[in-house]
């Protein structure tokens, strides 16, 4: 499973767009890239997934490189109530496992 | 929208003894984990469940622990003597049996505290 980096913290004030980019320099060929969302006291919510290029949802979009050893969450118009912690993941899902790994994530902070 | 639903919310329990934590995953849901989070903490991946048996489990998931699916909806941990340091909130999730969709519904969580 390929290691991830994340800012531990960002600041960002509401109605602002807000990029928190994660570095995965060992992500494999089959490896995807997940980015999940936790609140206190509540568990993780799905975000966005994607394998290359650019990716959007209703909420989120997601850049990937053409080298896929990064990738920027990009949310935008941030509100109060988008102050959570962002996880990266990146993993091969296809063996039947799904072992997912979590890291230290990226705590938001977004103010008035 | 379904969602993963988990019980108790909160379980007190003193150390030593077994607790058995409960978890309805989505109906057409095939894979099934439970992770850990200790207070102010990351999220810990303990195991993976499909069908009917483990697919992955972590360093965490030692002989203490084991999981069951006892019926067609109910998902359970059981910790079979706990300790101090078992303490955190427990995650349950599921997803479909899909590659091209890597997306977990977590539920709710329930804290257990071990005194």
């Known amino acids: 499973l390929a290691k991830t980096t994340q800012p531990i913290s960002m600041d960002s004030y509401e109605g602002q767009e807000v990029n928190i980019t994660c570095s995965h320099n060992n992500i494999a060929t089959n490896d995807y890239i997940t980015w999940y969302q936790q609140f206190p006291s509540q568990g993780p919510r799905f975000i966005i997934q994607?394998?290359?290029t650019k990716v959007t949802n209703e909420v989120a979009s997601l850049f990937i490189p053409a080298d896929r050893k990064s990738s920027t969450l990009s949310l935008p118009r941030v509100s109060l109530s988008d102050t959570a912690v962002y996880y990266c993941l990146v993993g091969d899902y296809n063996t039947g496992g799904f072992k997912t790994i979590f890291g230290a994530g990226t705590r938001l902070f977004v103010k008035a | 929208e379904p969602e993963v639903t988990q019980t108790p919310s909160h379980q007190v329990t003193q150390m030593g003894q077994e607790v058995i934590l409960r978890c309805v995953p989505i109906s057409n849901h095939l894979y099934f984990y439970w992770y850990r989070q200790i207070l102010g903490q990351k999220v810990e991946f303990l195991v993976s469940?499909?069908?009917?048996?483990?697919?992955?489990k972590s360093e965490i998931f030692d002989d203490q622990f084991s999981v069951e699916r006892p019926d067609g909806s109910n998902f359970t941990l059981k910790i079979r003597s706990t300790k101090l340091e078992d303490s955190a909130m427990y995650f349950c999730?599921?997803?479909?049996?899909?590659?091209?969709?890597?997306?977990?519904?977590f539920g709710p969580g329930t804290r257990l505290t071990v005194t």
């Open positions: 999730a599921s997803s479909e049996d899909s590659p091209s969709s890597y997306e977990q519904y």
């Open positions: 994607g394998y290359k």
């Open positions: 469940f499909y069908n009917n048996e483990i697919s992955e």
